[in-house]
């Protein structure tokens, strides 16, 4: 079974958890870490022949276009983080048209490819901001991953659809590709799609979720980390047990714990696991 392996290109001061403690003001003026975590991460794909979607924040775009024409120079897929890393349920429906735009055009202006798939920072569309799906497909997106059909303080909506389906929207259709989610006996479903779930869990959960998935249900399933995951000496920025728990615990395992999944199971982009994305070429490329 291939199955979808997604990272979310950002900076260590971008994650939720951190920005109550750096302003965006500040990230100008703060080391930047992600061309060597990326580059990193680069070798340990081409180190297992693995392909990935890299959903690319445009504030990192417009600072490291060699980077994003790194990524896809080396095959991978190139989608969009958002311009600003800000919660979509925090927006205005204008706003996050405004930020979207922006994140598209530093993505094509850096690489020359104009991003179909987004994915929500923290994924912030829930319940109270499903309007956003309207505005992606007004701005051209064909693919959304940002519905995560579980419970959580921050983001969710539990009951959601599982697997890949289409959605609806005044402005036309949109694919959602949720992250992976497990569903054990009695109905109850687990998150297991990466992220803070690989980092903070034993590997083995993660595993045994995916072939619950890829075996029972014959299903491919969509996983996601961040390049500053696997970064042991970044900057401790948060403060607060829970804050500095979900950012910091686990990153000097991390690393390893990639390398064994990307052994244990076959991954690909959102293309060649869902069908062709369309990536149309930059005018001003």
């Known amino acids: 079974m291939l199955n979808a392996l997604t990272i979310d290109l950002e900076e260590y001061f971008h994650p939720t958890e951190v920005q109550p403690f750096v302003t965006s003001e500040e990230w100008s003026n703060l080391p930047s870490r992600v061309v060597a975590q990326t580059n990193d991460l680069l070798d340990l794909?081409?180190?297992?022949?693995?392909?990935?979607?890299?959903?690319?924040?445009?504030?990192?775009?417009?600072?490291?276009?060699?980077?994003?024409?790194?990524?896809?120079?080396?095959?991978?897929?190139?989608?969009c983080h958002s311009y600003a890393h800000q919660l979509i349920y925090r927006l205005t429906p204008e706003a996050f048209r405004r930020d979207t735009q922006r994140a598209v055009a530093a993505i094509a202006d850096a690489v020359g490819i104009t991003p179909r798939i987004y994915r929500a920072p923290s994924y912030s569309i829930?319940?109270?901001?499903?309007w956003a799906l309207e505005v992606l497909v007004e701005c051209g997106f064909t693919h959304d991953s940002s519905i995560y059909p579980i419970s959580h303080d921050r983001y969710g909506i539990p009951g959601s659809e599982r697997h890949p389906h289409t959605i609806a929207t005044p402005a036309g259709p949109i694919v959602e590709v949720p992250i992976a989610t497990a569903e054990l006996s009695g109905g109850k479903v687990i998150p297991i799609g990466g992220g803070g779930y690989l980092r903070l869990l034993p590997y083995r959960y993660t595993a045994a979720g995916i072939r619950r998935v890829n075996f029972k249900?014959?299903?491919?399933?969509?996983?996601?980390?961040?390049?500053?995951?696997?970064?042991?000496?970044?900057?401790?920025?948060?403060?607060?047990?829970?804050?500095?728990?979900?950012?910091?615990?686990?990153?000097?395992?991390?690393?390893?714990?990639?390398?064994?999944?990307?052994a244990d199971f076959q991954f690909s982009t959102f293309a060649r696991v869902y069908g062709q994305v369309t990536q149309p070429t930059h005018a001003g490329a």
Request: charged share 25%.
């Open 45 to 79: 794909l081409a180190s297992r022949n693995s392909k990935a979607t890299f959903f690319v924040l445009g504030w990192v775009a417009e600072r490291q276009p060699a980077l994003i024409r790194a990524i896809a120079g080396a095959g991978h897929e190139i989608a």
């Open 126 to 130: 829930t319940r109270d901001s499903m």
């Open 217 to 262: 249900e014959h299903k491919p399933v969509c996983i996601y980390f961040h390049p500053w995951e696997i970064d042991a000496g970044q900057p401790r920025l948060a403060t607060g047990t829970i804050a500095r728990a979900r950012t910091y615990c686990g990153l000097g395992r991390m690393r390893r714990k990639l390398d064994q999944l990307l």
